[in-house]
């Protein structure tokens, strides 16, 4: 009976692993959903090299990083040392499932980076992600060995931190990953500033060219957190059913507490500020998009009464912290920062403060520490738990600091990171795949005449340096800057 009730675990651990990984395909539809149509196929392309990257980083040191030799000590470490190429008796199972979680992590950035990132650079820091840097931070927090697992021998302030299904250690690390990559690459041409430099008195909107596809990705995404929330009780041994059914409900209704806060407060908003009453539907599936983040971390560990406020703050945060990116002219073109950096923090916050003792003692076998509320109603003060998740956030952001920061930075001085300004304006799909997959109705003919010529002069042997003009280059320098400037502008005018 014990052969077979492991035989039934490991094949519904699989099929968790399955949905997980699916949710690579909501992802794919929603950028593609968000993107202009001469970025499309490139959008697409990232996503499914962020699976193959992952794939490949995590078959190779990425697991051994994040949960070697945790069955074989007990004793703290900062990063596993063995199992590399899946050496040495790994769980298949187990290892499916935390590559489909690696995976999702360098997903999120595609999305922030879209439109304007050479193939080159993606690949470069999707592979350096899900190799290293989210190993460490998976190691930390998950394996018995990490330093803030809640699984250690002796976890961190009695208690460890707790993020059950990754709202810190997924969504905050591919968050945190966004804001720096996007902090160095800048906003897309016209975003918020004209063609001279200057700052636009309003930001242009880059309006996605299907609404379709956002809204099938978005549903995509919450079909596979089923796997990834409900799925993480598979790893617990013990109580699986109950504590998976507790976190497929508060999963529910934290995403549609979220949405319905985030689609009737921007309502409210916008009819207080321009006297029109509208229903965005993007906002809505954010919003949606942000309770799921939001509830991540606590999901078995908090009732769901608790998951309904998470939701409801959750979608608050979505759009303060949507509209503060755009006040401080940092370009996200699907809102993936507001969506998994803002609800990944909440979500590990939300956790210290409403895990009850009852859920923690299913899922953690200790109610000695609990969510602070929780410990207020007891009389005590007992912070515990919510220390150990505010060290957590601060970790996982300053790791991914120490580490992609000063990457990007690199990448940009050695011209690998952003494309240049004609290869934006044709499209990357023209740029680096050879045509626009989803047509160029929306492009110029000046401009990919330009392109086709500055690439013929390559072929040919010519001058390679990128012209300051979309013709033949100029003699005169100020004038090929002013036609450059019209041009841009005009483009600009017209869509």
């Given at each position: 009976?014990?052969?077979?009730?492991?035989?039934?675990?490991t094949?519904?651990?699989?099929?968790?692993?399955?949905?997980?990984?699916?949710?690579?395909?909501?992802?794919?539809?929603?950028?593609?959903?968000?993107?202009?149509?001469?970025?499309?196929?490139?959008?697409?392309?990232?996503?499914?090299?962020?699976?193959?990257?992952?794939?490949?980083?995590?078959?190779?040191?990425?697991?051994?990083?994040?949960?070697?030799?945790?069955?074989?000590?007990?004793?703290?470490?900062?990063?596993?040392?063995?199992?590399?190429?899946?050496?040495?008796?790994?769980?298949?199972?187990?290892?499916?499932?935390?590559?489909?979680f690696?995976?999702?992590?360098?997903?999120?950035?595609?999305?922030?980076?879209?439109?304007?990132?050479?193939?080159?650079?993606?690949?470069?820091?999707?592979?350096?992600?899900?190799?290293?840097?989210y190993?460490?931070?998976?190691?930390?927090?998950w394996?018995?060995?990490g330093?803030?697992?809640?699984?250690n021998?002796?976890?961190?302030?009695?208690?460890g931190?707790?993020?059950f299904?990754?709202?810190?250690?997924?969504?905050?690390?591919?968050?945190?990953?966004?804001?720096?990559?996007?902090?160095?690459?800048?906003?897309?041409?016209?975003?918020?500033?004209?063609a001279?430099?200057?700052?636009?008195?309003?930001?242009?909107?880059?309006?996605?060219?299907?609404?379709?596809?956002?809204?099938?990705?978005?549903?995509?995404?919450?079909?596979?957190?089923y796997?990834?929330?409900?799925?993480?009780?598979?790893?617990?041994?013990?109580?699986?059913?109950?504590?998976?059914?507790?976190?497929?409900?508060?999963?529910?209704?934290s995403?549609?507490?979220a949405?319905?806060?985030?689609?009737?407060?921007?309502?409210?908003?916008?009819?207080r500020?321009?006297?029109e009453?509208?229903?965005d539907?993007?906002?809505?599936?954010?919003g949606?998009?942000?309770?799921?983040?939001?509830?991540?971390?606590?999901?078995?560990?908090?009732?769901?009464?608790?998951?309904?406020?998470?939701?409801?703050?959750?979608?608050?945060?979505?759009l303060?912290?949507?509209?503060?990116?755009?006040?401080?002219?940092?370009?996200d073109?699907?809102?993936?920062?507001?969506?998994?950096?803002?609800?990944?923090?909440?979500?590990?916050l939300?956790?210290?403060l409403?895990?009850?003792?009852r859920?923690?003692?299913?899922?953690?076998?200790?109610?000695?520490?609990?969510?602070?509320?929780?410990?207020?109603?007891?009389?005590?003060?007992?912070?515990?738990?919510?220390t150990?998740q505010i060290?957590?956030?601060?970790?996982?952001?300053?790791?991914?600091?120490?580490?992609?920061?000063?990457f990007?930075?690199?990448?940009?001085?050695?011209?690998?990171?952003?494309?240049?300004?004609?290869?934006?304006?044709?499209?990357?799909?023209?740029?680096?795949?050879?045509?626009?997959?989803?047509?160029?109705?929306?492009?110029?003919?000046?401009?990919?005449?330009?392109?086709?010529?500055?690439?013929d002069?390559?072929?040919?042997?010519?001058?390679?340096?990128?012209?300051?003009?979309?013709?033949?280059?100029?003699?005169?320098?100020?004038a090929?800057?002013?036609?450059?400037?019209?041009?841009?502008m005009?483009?600009?005018?017209?869509?």
């Open positions: 009976q014990r052969a077979n009730a492991d035989d039934v675990r094949w519904f651990l699989v099929v968790a692993a399955a949905l997980v990984f699916f949710m690579q395909s909501g992802f794919a539809m929603l950028c593609a959903g968000s993107v202009r149509i001469k970025n499309v196929g490139n959008t697409m392309l990232k996503n499914l090299l962020d699976a193959c990257g992952a794939a490949l980083g995590f078959f190779t040191v990425g697991y051994a990083f994040a949960f070697g030799g945790q069955d074989s000590t007990d004793q703290t470490t900062f990063i596993g040392t063995t199992q590399f190429f899946m050496r040495n008796d790994v769980d298949f199972s187990f290892w499916l499932f935390q590559f489909a690696a995976a999702t992590s360098a997903t999120i950035v595609a999305g922030t980076l879209a439109e304007r990132c050479q193939m080159a650079a993606y690949l470069s820091y999707s592979v350096i992600l899900t190799g290293f840097v190993p460490v931070v998976a190691h930390s927090i394996s018995s060995n330093f803030l697992s809640a699984s021998s002796q976890p961190f302030m009695g208690i931190m707790v993020d299904a990754g709202s810190g250690v997924v969504h905050m690390t591919g968050g945190a990953t966004a804001v720096f990559a996007t902090m160095i690459l800048g906003p897309r041409k016209g975003r918020f500033y004209d001279r430099g200057n700052p636009l008195p309003k930001p242009k909107p880059f309006p996605g060219h299907s609404v379709a596809l956002q809204m099938l990705g978005t549903f995509i995404l919450w079909f596979g957190w796997g990834f929330n409900p799925g993480s009780a598979l790893l617990l041994g013990t109580n699986t059913g109950a504590i998976a059914a507790v976190c497929a409900v508060n999963t529910t209704i995403a549609a507490a949405g319905m806060t985030a689609l009737f407060t921007n309502l409210f908003i916008e009819e500020t321009t006297g009453a509208k229903f539907i993007l906002t809505l599936m954010n949606c998009l942000s309770g799921l983040v939001g509830i991540t971390a606590g999901c078995a560990t908090m009732e769901p009464w608790a998951a309904f406020l998470v939701g409801i703050i959750a979608g608050w945060l979505y303060a912290t949507s509209h503060f990116l755009i006040r401080i002219r940092l370009d073109a699907v809102d993936a920062i507001p969506v998994h950096l803002t609800s990944g923090i909440w979500g590990c939300s956790t210290g409403f895990s009850s003792p859920r923690m003692l299913d899922s953690y076998g200790t109610d000695l520490h609990v969510g602070w509320f929780y410990s207020l109603s007891r009389g005590s003060f007992d912070a515990a738990l919510l150990a060290c957590g956030v601060c970790f996982i952001i300053g790791w991914v600091f120490i580490l992609m920061f000063p990007f930075i690199w990448l940009n001085y050695q011209g690998w990171f952003r494309a240049d300004s004609l290869e934006e304006l044709v499209g990357l799909d023209i740029s680096y795949h050879g045509g626009a997959i989803g047509g160029n109705d929306e492009i110029k003919s000046e401009y990919v005449d330009a392109y086709n010529r500055r690439k002069r390559k072929r040919g042997g010519g001058d390679t340096t990128p012209t300051t003009t979309y013709d033949d280059p100029d003699p005169q320098q100020e090929a800057m002013e036609a450059m400037n019209d041009g841009v005009a483009y600009q005018d017209q869509y």
